[in-house]
């Protein structure tokens, strides 16, 4: 057990994935118990915090607006209360995939083509393109774009969740997630979808086709895969734990998709998939993962 005892978990949240949270948390919140440490299940319902007297450590669950985009993280700091995951300016950057390019071009770290629109811009790429709000999380949102016909559907739909929408060339390819817990970077995992498109109800409802733990790669493309996760990890500021998802293409490049750094920790969420495969038990991870918790 860490030096934390009265650990403190987030769950919830005001965002669109609050259903998602719900279930992360309290299962992070069960295996703490499990794990002997004394936990405080809470319940966010607003962009606001109210932490119980006492309390050690506090292990963020809150995926979407305020769990990743550092709002949670900087009332924490400021309060000089130790959590989990990344700070403020780490999660910013990660939560908004404008910002997520940015780092990418700027540490060349390979990624897709994009641009940025808001409503009554002119669109300049031309299909196919994946079109996503810039700022949300769990593929809500989020289309594929093959024709022209497809574009205005899905443009408006993704202005419903933000009214930022990234624009990026799409990658034919395979997709890859990797985990890292600091020094640590987890087996790599293959997303294996039979329609091609890893959508929210892919991932929270019927859950992927399958799951492939190790991903079946060669020994130089998995190194490749760790060196850019290192990498992009890093750039980032992350710590703690994030989750980097890759595209790669039928000539084995590799193109960053997007940083995760609060990950999903539900029954088919890939971090516990990818820790499990290196020996963590889901209590294992979520100790691990508390016990080095920071301001």
């Known amino acids: 057990m860490s030096r934390f005892k009265k650990i403190a978990v987030l769950m919830g949240g005001p965002s669109e994935e609050r259903e998602v949270s719900l279930k992360s948390g309290a299962a ?46 900087e009332e924490l700091t400021r309060r000089a209360i130790p959590y989990t995951g990344p700070g403020p300016e780490a999660s910013r950057i990660a939560f908004d995939k404008e910002l ?24 300049r790429m ?13 593929s809500i949102g989020v289309h594929p774009v093959f024709s022209e016909a497809e574009w205005p559907d899905a443009f408006a739909d993704a202005l419903r969740h933000d009214d930022k ?8 390819g395979r997709e890859f997630t990797v985990g890292v817990l600091d020094e640590r970077i987890l087996p790599i995992v293959e997303i294996v979808v039979a329609n091609g498109w890893y959508d929210y109800e892919t991932k929270y409802v019927r859950g992927a086709d399958r799951y492939l733990v190790p991903a079946p790669l060669s020994e130089a493309q998995a190194a490749e895969l760790r060196q850019w996760a290192r990498r992009t990890y890093d750039a980032a500021g992350c710590r703690g734990m994030s989750r980097i998802d890759f ?22 969420s890939l971090l516990p998939k990818a820790a499990a495969q290196d020996g963590l038990t889901f209590e294992a991870l979520c100790e691990r993962i508390v016990s080095r918790a920071t301001v």
């Open 28 to 73: 992070v919140a069960e295996a703490l118990r499990q794990g002997g440490y004394d936990v405080a299940a809470i319940d966010v319902t607003a962009r606001r915090l109210d932490i119980p007297v006492g309390i050690d450590a506090v292990f963020i669950a809150l995926h979407g607006a305020y769990g990743e985009d550092g709002g949670v993280q």
């Open 100 to 123: 997520t390019k940015q780092l990418a071009r700027q540490h060349g770290i390979p990624t897709a083509d994009y641009e940025v629109l808001r409503r009554g811009d002119q669109r």
């Open 126 to 138: 031309a299909p196919p393109l994946v079109v996503k709000p810039a700022r949300q999380g769990s």
């Open 165 to 172: 929408v990234l624009v990026e060339a799409y990658i034919a």
């Open 247 to 268: 595209r790669m293409t039928d000539e084995a490049r590799l193109y960053l998709l997007e940083i995760n750094t609060i990950p999903g920790f539900t029954e088919t």
